[in-house]
């Protein structure tokens, strides 16, 4: 993760940053302000508002490092440590598997929006065959169980949310008419497309995230939420080398494993279908620019989310105002959520903006993800995916959930779609040697056409004269 972290700071700084996506002159398909949010929104859904307002208390327990559980130094770190893992690593993975896709799909203009195709450089006619159906499987799969576990985070949490607002009691019922209604709202932004479905989600969403970031850093506690997300910062710029390859070999207490690696994992199983679909809206930028701009962007709204959400959420725990350890050992994590919520001016405004972005972003992390599938799926993509398969995939990616919700099955989906990480690493690395391949080869062409056309002019101007 770090040699990638590296290499694509190292792509686009050096000439091939320069590659345009696209037409020479050719408009950015979506404005700034758009391209940020879908980046963002596609790229962690729902699971961020779940994570950032309580990973921390998870750490604060049980800390890196041998630090003593619940001291200050355990309060320091956990804070550092959710943005850290949701930071510029993490995203620097997502750009991996989007610049050979950008490449073949804007410079060599081949209509194909296939993982497999992505590594034909390396593997050649072989992804014609099974070889190339594995990969994309292995990808469909990863996928699958990526947004089943982004459910099973957002549901019961936007069910919480519900209950807190109109006081009904949340059961099994309630968590499938959730999953219905964002299935709903998916299923029509799917249906419309790029510009006016997904575009116009992603937008909504980071304005109402902005909303609720601004209302809990105004009257939350705004000077402990500033300081502590400063003083994170630099504990992650001071340590971040060891953060990165802390194994606690003598310790085993695990944390490593269970956070870090997992995380790792994570972000791999989702870099292929991110990468797939930031290649898809970067059309008239420069590969600088996407790379820039997905790190740039993403690192820094999940740090916002953790700055803001979770530093105030951890306030009213040290600070003996709400009790969130306690709340989340004993009810789980969306009660603890709902209880920081609670404690603001005005709850229940607040309790549904929160709720009404996480069922926004869950909507969009499906959306993307359908989009995605219906891309990787069809044999030529010259602007978006048929409708008819971008809706087959959208309620697809519904229906399997539902089926292991009422089973109570989403944690072997979970479990399987981690395991898909390993031979997803090997994937990854060779579109990143197939990215440098087709680049190396159409630079030598270019200069082998110009070569003959140098001594063509000669031969004319010695004809002439």
Not at 150 to 166: D, F, R, V
Not at 221 to 233: A, D, Q, R
Not at 264 to 285: D, E, M, N, Q, T
Request: net charge positive; glycine share 8%; hydrophobic share 50%.
């Amino acid at each position: 993760n770090i040699t990638e972290a590296k290499a694509t700071a190292i792509i686009a700084f050096s000439s091939y940053g320069d590659i345009f996506l696209g037409d020479q002159g050719e408009k950015p398909r979506f404005s700034d302000i758009s391209w940020a949010s879908m980046l963002f929104c596609a790229g962690i859904g729902a699971s961020v508002m779940y994570w950032g307002s309580i990973e921390w208390a998870y750490y604060y327990q049980a800390p890196p490092f041998g630090i003593a559980p619940k001291s200050v130094e355990a309060a320091e770190w956990a804070a550092a440590y959710g943005i850290f893992h949701w930071g510029i690593t993490a995203w620097a993975i997502y750009i991996v598997p989007a610049l050979p896709i950008a490449y073949l799909y804007y410079v060599r203009k081949k209509p194909i929006l296939k993982i497999s195709e992505a590594c034909r450089p390396v593997l050649g006619d072989k992804v014609d065959g099974i070889l190339g159906t594995v990969i994309d499987v292995l990808f469909m799969f990863g996928l699958i169980g990526g947004a089943g576990t982004t459910l099973g985070l957002g549901t019961p949490m936007i069910a919480s949310g519900i209950e807190k607002i109109t006081g009904i009691t949340r059961n099994l019922t309630m968590d499938l008419i959730v999953l219905f209604i964002c299935t709903v709202i998916f299923a029509i932004s799917a249906y419309s497309g790029l510009d006016k479905g997904i575009k116009w989600l992603s937008n909504l969403n980071l304005g109402l995230l902005g909303i609720l970031l601004l209302f809990v850093l105004i009257f939350g506690s705004t000077l402990f939420i500033l300081k502590m997300g400063t003083n994170s910062i630099g504990i992650i710029l001071d340590n971040v080398v060891r953060m990165n390859t802390y194994t606690d070999p003598v310790g085993q207490s695990g944390f490593p494993e269970n956070w870090t690696v997992f995380y790792w994992a994570w972000w791999i199983v989702y870099a292929p279908f991110i990468g797939l679909f930031v290649a898809k809206i970067s059309k008239g930028r420069t590969i600088k620019q996407m790379i820039l701009g997905s790190v740039l962007y993403g690192t820094a709204g999940c740090a916002l989310v953790f700055i803001i959400l979770g530093n105030y959420t951890m306030y009213l725990e040290i600070n003996n105002i709400v009790p969130i350890i306690d709340i989340l050992n004993e009810q789980g994590a969306p009660a603890a959520i709902m209880a920081m919520l609670g404690s603001l001016p005005f709850p229940k405004f607040i309790t549904f903006i929160f709720t009404l972005t996480a069922l926004i972003f869950l909507a969009t992390t499906f959306d993307s993800s359908s989009y995605s599938l219906a891309a990787v799926t069809q044999k030529r993509v010259v602007k978006d995916p048929e409708r008819w398969n971008r809706l087959f995939w959208a309620f697809s990616l519904a229906i399997l959930p539902v089926a292991l919700m009422l089973v109570g099955g989403l944690k072997p989906l979970q479990t399987a779609s981690i395991l898909v990480a390993l031979p997803l690493i090997l994937v990854m690395i060779i579109m990143s040697i197939s990215f440098v391949k087709m680049v190396k080869a159409d630079r030598e062409k270019n200069k082998s056409m110009q070569s003959n056309v140098k001594r063509l002019e000669k031969k004319v101007h010695k004809n002439v004269g």
